[in-house]
């Protein structure tokens, strides 16, 4: 890892803000901090400190549900495909050039709120589940490797799968779960998660557990189609800003 000394403030905005979408919408801890932390480091430095957040929130977002066996049973073998297919695909995001793993950053950051902006929901018949979730979750693994984002194509599938809102977000928390462990485990086998990295993730968890609370108190108070809405544009120009940056750098 980096000195940070000079990140401390950054940083800390990052998570806040990033765990406050987080308590709005059920989802996007990951992207924000990848997405903003991708702007003054590199992308593998940033998924280090993302670990902690990512599993502590998550773990919480899936346990306090009601329905976590059935929601892991109808989900298992995407999971595994994603947890396989993320340990092997980390040495896309710490082995590739910074330019090449921020590039991708940017366009999964753009795919990712296209597909929000536009509110196009695919519809996935039951049927289609015991081979299609795999294909998503190897997927999901392969993008997850290279750019640190866990979102693409696993969000749209969760959200075609006819799950109800509770299980959605169950869901949710748990492929997220998955990721991060399989994102940690990549990077520990390529030597970019570090004992002193793991500590200052744990920092960074503090910051994300209050932008949370935050976001718990302004979901009363805010109409969540226009939340998610500005959410989506202004993932869509940080993608676009990312992307360029490193093609014209």
């Known amino acids: 890892m980096p000195d940070l000394t000079h990140f401390i403030v950054p940083v800390t905005l990052t998570f806040i803000l990033a765990g406050m979408v987080k308590g709005v919408t059920g989802m996007g801890l990951p992207t924000v901090s990848m997405g903003l932390l991708g702007l003054v480091m590199a992308p593998a430095q940033a998924a280090a400190l993302l670990v902690m957040p990512s599993i502590?929130?998550?773990?919480?977002?899936?346990?306090?549900?009601?329905?976590?066996?059935?929601?892991?049973?109808?989900?298992?073998?995407?999971?595994?495909?994603?947890?396989?297919?993320?340990?092997?695909?980390?040495?896309?995001?710490?082995?590739?050039?910074?330019?090449?793993?921020?590039?991708?950053?940017?366009l999964a950051l753009i795919v990712y709120a296209l597909m929000g902006l536009t509110?196009?929901?695919?519809?996935?018949?039951?049927?289609?589940?015991?081979?299609?979730?795999?294909?998503?979750?190897?997927?999901?693994?392969?993008?997850?490797?290279?750019?640190?984002?866990?979102?693409?194509?696993a969000v749209p599938y969760l959200q075609a799968i006819g799950l109800d809102t509770e299980d959605l977000v169950q869901a949710l928390g748990l492929s997220f779960t998955v990721s991060t462990l399989g994102l940690a485990a990549g990077l520990a086998s390529h030597g970019a998660l570090h004992v002193d990295a793991g500590g200052v993730s744990l920092l960074c968890t503090v910051p994300a557990l209050v932008g949370m609370a935050a976001g718990r108190?302004?979901?009363?108070?805010?109409?969540?189609?226009?939340?998610?809405?500005?959410?989506?544009?202004?993932?869509?120009?940080?993608g676009a800003g990312l992307a360029l940056r490193s093609v014209l750098a």
């Open 217 to 238: 108190w302004l979901r009363q108070r805010v109409n969540a189609a226009t939340f998610r809405t500005l959410f989506f544009a202004g993932l869509l120009i940080l």
């Open 119 to 153: 509110r196009y929901r695919l519809k996935v018949p039951p049927r289609c589940e015991p081979w299609l979730g795999p294909l998503i979750g190897a997927a999901t693994g392969v993008v997850t490797g290279g750019t640190g984002v866990f979102v693409i194509p």
């Open 56 to 106: 502590i929130t998550n773990v919480w977002q899936y346990a306090t549900g009601p329905n976590r066996l059935a929601v892991a049973k109808r989900l298992a073998p995407m999971l595994l495909a994603i947890a396989l297919a993320t340990w092997s695909a980390t040495g896309m995001i710490t082995s590739g050039s910074a330019d090449e793993a921020v590039t991708g950053l940017g």
